[in-house]
């Protein structure tokens, strides 16, 4: 007979709760709006945008025996000025707590073409009893001197998959 959170069951094998839970539970959250999204233009001068998106929270019977949030963000720029600076940021908090940046990714040039980032955030023992956030943060600036500028981040798609 197989122990409880031990797989393959086979006939006659116990299904516990804890197992038939994870089983329910969706493991992969999408987002493919344009909240994240920053845009900035301007004529001889500094100009910045900031936008976010959190998904929704992901609770602790969502991640039984699990050890990680693949993040996938599929993102596009277009900068027409030298003096530019995109940002995109993947930050998380636990339940309750404050946003900390997991990481950062700086001077993302994809040229108006789709670039598509991952990284493996590692969930904390907090994490996993309390349950977690993941909020990105994409931002541009521009800086003066170069006459009309613009800069400008987008999602196309993004997903996170506990693992």
């Known amino acids: 007979m197989a122990a409880e959170g031990v797989f393959p069951k086979v006939d006659g094998d116990i299904l516990y709760a804890s197992e038939a839970n994870v089983m329910h ?3 992969i959250y999408t987002y ?3 909240q994240f999204n920053a845009y900035a233009s301007g004529t001889n001068q500094t100009v910045s945008d900031v936008g976010s998106y959190v998904f929704p929270f992901i609770g602790p019977g969502s991640i039984v025996g699990k050890d990680k949030v693949l993040a996938f963000f599929n ?3 277009d900068l027409n000025a030298a003096n530019t600076a995109t940002t995109f940021v993947i930050a998380k908090a636990t339940s309750g707590g404050a946003y900390s940046a997991e990481k950062t990714y700086s ?3 994809s040229n108006g073409n789709i670039q598509g980032l991952n990284y493996f955030v590692d969930l904390t023992s907090d994490d996993k ?3 977690f956030n ?3 943060v994409g931002s541009v600036s521009i800086g003066t001197g170069y006459g009309a500028n613009s800069a400008l981040i987008t999602n196309e798609y993004s997903y996170l998959q506990i693992v």
Request: hydrophobic letters at 35%; proline letters at 6%; glycine letters at 12%.
């Open 25 to 27: 539970t969706p493991s």
């Open 32 to 34: 493919a709006g344009s």
């Open 134 to 136: 993941i909020m990105i």
């Open 107 to 109: 001077q993302i040039t």
């Open 129 to 131: 009893t309390t349950g």
């Open 75 to 77: 993102i596009k720029t």
